[in-house]
């Protein structure tokens, strides 16, 4: 069974920064793709960053250059670094990955960003 627990939302400032971190109960260094989704309330859940098994990034509009995607496959943990906070980024953050071509999902962490 995978699981995925995320860890390091809460609190933050705006143009503060946190980092959440996804640990992984598999190992992900063969997985294609791993990735962070948010869901504010009232909207649609939208991907925030994904990266690709060889560390190909790619970025929602809305948080380039402001969030850093990275994984360490060794420890098994995809983190995401949130800097420049907005009010906006209040969300909560799930982790995705894609095992044997099956999505699992964390069950989430909350960040709330202060004006």
């Known amino acids: 069974q995978v699981q995925l627990v995320e860890s390091g939302g809460g609190m933050g400032q705006t143009g503060g920064s946190l980092r959440l971190s996804c640990a992984a109960s598999v190992s992900i260094s063969g997985t294609n793709v791993m990735a962070w989704y948010r869901q504010a309330p009232g909207k649609q859940r939208e991907l925030v960053a994904g990266?690709?098994?060889?560390?190909?990034?790619n970025y929602a509009d809305s948080v380039k250059g402001r969030f850093t995607i990275s994984r360490d496959n060794a420890n098994r943990t995809v983190y995401l670094q949130m800097n420049s906070l907005k009010p906006e980024d209040t969300a909560v953050y799930y982790c995705?990955?894609?095992?044997?071509?099956?999505?699992?999902w964390g069950q989430g962490t909350q960040v709330t960003v202060s004006s």
């Open positions: 995705k990955g894609r095992f044997l071509g099956v999505d699992y």
């Open positions: 990266i690709g098994i060889w560390g190909t990034t």
